[in-house]
T-cell receptor, first 117, second 114 residues
């Protein structure tokens, strides 16, 4: 299975600032997914990132707030812009391996825990 | 729209006893169903999946799940619980609408007591 590294693992941020989370995969992958897990909640998909195209955002999430880059097949970034305390969450990067069975099994990074003061 | 429900916020079981974590789903077509586990301060780990074939699926750490089409359920089971199984468990269903987007249930916290 793919090994997924996220940075930072955790951070404490001030209201109004922006933070970029990096996701590095040790193999080439077609699609990368960014999820948010608010405290005590389940996972909600923010967007799907394909290399060479604009990210596809889910209802309730917009590019201005969560810009995403996908410069190559092993790397992606998610920026949380103009943060407020409501953005305090764990942000998780996930992938399906290239050449996989296309049956939806995803692998997850360890997550980036953001606290906004 | 696809959805998945985990009716129990928490399940308590004594070590050595069998455990069941419940999951029901709603999809328009054939479901792809998954179980993930999340240990404290960790990401999600894949446990098992049902795509097609045998209704009883075996996965990691001795877990298994039974797909029941008539009841639209995919309950997670283990014959003998360990204290180390204590974690947050998520059921997920694949959205047939495109890509491989997974829709997650709310999660069930499993507490195994010595």
């Amino acid at each position: 299975s793919a090994v997924i590294s996220q940075k930072p693992s955790r951070d404490i941020c001030q209201r109004g600032t922006s933070l970029t989370i990096q996701c590095q995969v040790d193999s080439q992958v077609t699609m990368m997914f960014w999820y948010r897990q608010q405290p005590g909640q389940s996972l909600t998909l923010i967007a799907t990132a394909n290399q060479g195209s604009e990210a596809t955002y889910e209802s309730g999430f917009v590019i201005d707030k969560f810009p995403i880059s996908r410069p190559n097949l092993t790397f992606s970034t998610l920026t949380v812009s103009n943060m407020s305390p409501e953005d305090s969450s764990i942000y998780l990067c996930s992938v399906e391996e290239m050449g996989g069975s296309n049956t939806g099994e995803l692998f997850f990074g360890e997550g980036s825990r953001l606290t906004v003061l | 729209a696809q959805s998945v429900a985990q009716p129990e916020d928490q399940v308590n079981v004594a070590e050595g006893n069998p455990l069941t974590v419940k999951c029901t789903y709603s999809v328009s077509g054939n479901p792809y169903l998954f179980w993930y586990v999340q240990y404290p301060n960790r990401g999600l780990q894949f446990l098992l999946k049902y795509i097609t074939g045998d209704n009883l699926v075996k996965g990691s750490y001795g877990f298994e799940a039974e797909f029941n089409k008539s009841q639209t359920s995919f309950h997670l089971k283990k014959p003998s619980a360990l204290v180390s199984d204590s974690a947050l468990y998520f059921c997920a269903v694949r959205d047939a609408g495109g890509y491989n987007k997974l829709i997650f249930g709310a999660g069930t916290r499993l507490a195994v007591h010595p």
